[in-house]
Every structure is written in C-alpha cells, then in structure tokens.
C-alpha cells in the first residue's frame, strides 16, 4: 500500500477538489514519474515537492497549471496562470472545423480568441496544408500561444483585439473562422467554481448576457469569409438558441448545433451565403 498517495487522495476529497484520486494520480506521476499503483514510495525529496503541490491544489489552484501542461487533440500544450485550461469539450469545436475542410485545398483558418491556441494548433497539425492564424489580446495568455506555436511552419500568431482585428482582414480572405470566446454571464461570473476563478476572467466574461464576442463575430466577421465560408463557435450550454438568433439576424445559413460529450449544446456551425461576396 503507497500510504503517501493515499494520504494525498484524502487531503484532496477533504478539499472538495472533484475527482480527488485522479488529480493526485496525476501529481504523483508528475513529480515522481511513477505509477502510484505500483510504486511504494516517493523519496524524501518527491514528498517533499509532492506536499507543496498538494497544498495548491487543496487550495483550488488548477491542475493543469499545477503541471504547466495539458493534452488537446493529440497535441500538449503549455498552460499556467493567466490562460484558459483547454478542456475536452471544445474538441467537439475542433473536429467540426476539420470535417467543414474537408475538400478545401489549402484552406486559410483564423483562430479567434486563441489562448493557448489549442483550436488552431490542432487544426494547423491535421491540416499542414492549412494557413492558420491565432490571434489573441492577453499579454498573459500571448506567452503560452507563442511557446505553443513555435516551431509549427503552417500557423501565425497576432497579438490584438478581435473587436477591432476584423477592420484588417481582407474581405473573401478565409474559409474558416473558429472560437472558443467569453461566454460566460455576469450572474456566471459571480458563482465560479473554485478552479475556474483563477482562471483569466478575460477569457470568460462574456459581458452581461454572455452574448458579448456573439455579436461581435456574427455581426462584424462575415466579410471576412469567402462566399460559402464557415464560422465555428463554442457556446455555453444554454446559449445555443440565442446564437443561433444571431446568426439568423445576421444572414448566416445553414446554421447546426453539435453537443458534447456530456450531451450539452458545444459548438454552433454557421455558412456565409455562398452568393455573398
């Protein structure tokens, strides 16, 4: 019996903190690199660096930035304070934009809202012959898109505010816009589990309503977007019919929603008309 894990799995529940025995698994492995179900014991040291992280994620600190890494679409990406964690969900995001490539040679793809850039990295890897830009304003969040993005030939990163980044895109330039955008509401904001607020509230806030970056990218994108050209957008589970209603307000056709794992409304797929220029 590992008592050390066990101990940790305990302070973990007692913490509340959701799925304790996974993130202590995790944490083992990170600072020993060793299965707790096999080893015996961590060393002095390991428990001492072990203690210290248990302390700060009993304390709600999250696990991805307890690791400074976290899988997405095959890929691992950076992660710490001041970027939004990916989380599995928005793969439904990802795997919608890649089947509205399907057949478009060389498509041009613009990540909005970036992050990490978990969206366009994953779509720059299964799509080499893709140009793809993220483009993302946090001075924070920029760090780990361009420690993400270094080495990736077919994907650029652009520091700046989609509210006024739409002013310098060609028109007809894209075949696909995709983000993941603030969504959350005020009355959201205010009741954060522990993890998610210390999550950047930039990457959250989606105004009042949450409908915020919605307006933005349904109202203010579609030139961008060659005739036919699609917009992908991760939504909150309750928001898919108000997106929707945007889309329509703004002439977008043929407008889908895919659930998540969980079964929730995740991503609303939107085409510019194709007769548009």
Do not use: H
Not at 25 to 42: H, I, N, Q, S
Not at 141 to 155: C, E, F, K, R, S
Not at 201 to 230: E, H, K, N
Request: charged residues 20%; hydrophobic residues 45%; contains cysteine.
């Amino acid at each position: 019996m590992n008592a050390s894990f066990q101990q940790l799995c305990e302070k973990l529940s007692a913490a509340g903190v959701p799925d304790a025995r996974y993130d202590a698994a995790e944490l083992y492995r990170f600072v020993t690199g060793r299965d707790p179900r096999l080893d015996a014991a961590p060393t002095p040291a390991e428990a001492e660096k072990l203690a210290a992280l248990a302390e700060r994620r009993a304390a709600r600190e999250p696990l991805q930035y307890l690791l400074g890494e976290w899988d997405f679409y095959g890929l691992t990406l950076k992660v710490g304070p001041g970027v939004l964690c990916p989380r599995a969900d928005t793969e439904i995001v990802c795997e919608a934009a890649l089947e509205l490539l399907q057949g478009v040679a060389r498509p041009t793809v613009y990540d909005l809202c970036a992050g990490t850039g978990c969206l366009g990295l994953a779509i720059a890897a299964q799509r080499p012959d893709a140009a793809v830009t993220c483009v993302e304003k946090s001075d924070a969040a920029w760090q780990y898109l361009t420690a993400n993005a270094a080495g990736a030939p077919n994907l650029r990163t652009v520091q700046a505010d989609v509210f006024v980044f739409w002013r310098t895109l060609p028109q007809g330039g894209a075949d696909l816009l995709v983000s993941n955008p603030p969504y959350l509401t005020a009355d959201e904001m205010a009741a954060l589990m522990p993890e998610t607020a210390r999550e950047p509230a930039m990457a959250l806030d989606g105004g009042a309503d949450g409908l915020d970056f919605y307006r933005l990218l349904t109202g203010r994108y579609q030139a961008a977007l060659r005739p036919g050209g699609w917009l992908v957008l991760e939504i909150g589970w309750q928001q898919a019919d108000a997106v929707l209603a945007l889309g329509a307000q703004y002439g977008w056709q043929n407008a889908s929603c895919r659930k998540d794992y969980s079964g929730n409304d995740r991503a609303v797929l939107l085409q510019k008309p194709p007769f548009l220029g």
